[in-house]
């Protein structure tokens, strides 16, 4: 069993910048590739990025990429989300969850996620 505890939203202006942690319970972390999704108001959830266990791949949707950056630390049992640049349009809820590659059906634990809003 992993349980997943996002941090870091906020309330930030178009242009800044925010990182999101989310924090693993248990030894098994690094069992596990790990990703970031997102849900705006009124939308369905998004995939954002995803890592493989070691992190030496990453992936991000096309709507992110440049501006987001993924990361973990097994170490630490911690992911990470960089954002920079951000916009209006990125306001939403950012879940962490973990699973194994490519993180698309192969998802066992979510998070119960983190507000981001970006004002313009």
Known sequence: QVQLVESGGG????????RLSCAA???TFSSYAMGWFR???????EFV?????????????????GRFTI???NGKNTLYLQMNSLKPEDTAV???AAGSWPLDRSIYYWGKGTLVTVSS
Not at 11 to 18: C, D, N, R, T
Not at 39 to 45: S, Y
Not at 56 to 62: F, K, Q, V
């Open 11 to 18: 309330l930030v202006q178009a242009g800044g910048s925010l």
């Open 25 to 27: 319970s248990g030894r």
């Open 39 to 45: 849900q705006a108001p009124g939308k369905e959830r």
């Open 49 to 65: 990025a995803r890592i493989t266990r070691s992190g030496s791949s990453t992936y991000y949707a096309d709507s992110v990429k």
């Open 71 to 73: 990361s973990r630390d």
């Open 94 to 96: 950012y879940y962490c």
